[in-house]
């Protein structure tokens, strides 16, 4: 799998939009582009996905560069429930794999 | 929603005992994991399921074992607890064939004495 590199910590005010930065420069043409956040002591649980054009749920927006080497992950209205460590990770399809988390983004929703 | 439960958010045992973790997923994945989670150490495979019946190895599989009698269930077994195995336990569970998108479960954090 592709590493990936996030700023370890940022600030967001509530009711702002949070612009989480992911870099993942080695990224191949069969790699997909994952989200997953983490609030303290609870499973992590998964925001979206994309491969190469921009993706849009209920949770989040996720933008990713022409060239795929670098993404944002738009939470568009911070609330203060969205504070959390978020993991971007990247991965291919295929069969059942572990998932190995880096050191991720601590965000912080300030009221 | 999918829906990932798990028998316990905490819980303490004492060394040398058999401890059991239960996890059950409601959406009918082929594909279930046990992970443990320390601090500086990140989420680490213990074992993992493809299907009922069916179970391999992660990169800690000593001192557990597994049991997948069932699609929705998938089970950990602590044979002899040990003080070095108090952590957070976290289920996940997986649709085959789509993408690679793991559900989790609260977590169960066990503490052995």
């Known amino acids: 799998d592709a590493k990936t590199t996030q700023p370890p910590s940022m600030d967001c005010a509530e009711g702002r939009a949070a612009n989480l930065p992911c870099n993942h420069s080695?990224?191949?043409?069969?790699?997909?582009v994952y989200w997953y956040r983490q609030i303290h002591s609870q499973g992590p649980q998964y925001i979206i996905h994309?491969?190469?054009n921009n993706e849009t749920n209920e949770m989040a927006s996720l933008i990713i560069t022409e060239d795929r080497k670098s993404s944002t992950l738009i939470l568009p209205h911070a609330t203060l429930r969205d504070t959390a460590v978020y993991y971007c990770?990247?991965?291919?399809?295929?069969?059942?794999?572990?998932?190995?988390f880096g050191q991720g983004t601590r965000l912080t929703i300030n009221p | 929603d999918v829906k990932v439960t798990q028998s316990s958010r905490y819980l303490v045992k004492r060394t040398g005992e058999k401890v059991f973790l239960e996890c059950v997923q409601d959406?009918?994945?082929?594909?279930m994991f046990w992970y443990r989670q320390d601090p500086g150490l990140g989420l680490r495979l213990i074992y993992f399921s493809y299907d009922v019946k069916m179970k391999e190895k992660g990169d800690i599989p000593e001192g557990y074992s597994v049991s997948r009698e069932k699609k929705e269930r998938f089970s950990l077994i602590l044979e002899s607890a040990s003080t070095n195995q108090t952590s957070m336990y976290l289920c996940?569970?997986?649709?085959?064939?789509?993408?690679?998108?793991?559900?989790f479960g609260p977590g169960t954090r066990l503490t052995v004495l």
């Open positions: 080695t990224i191949s043409g069969n790699e997909y």
């Open positions: 959406m009918d994945h082929e594909n």
């Open positions: 994309g491969l190469k």
């Open positions: 996940a569970s997986r649709k085959a064939g789509e993408a690679d998108t793991q559900y």
């Open positions: 990770i990247v991965r291919s399809i295929q069969g059942a794999q572990k998932l190995v």
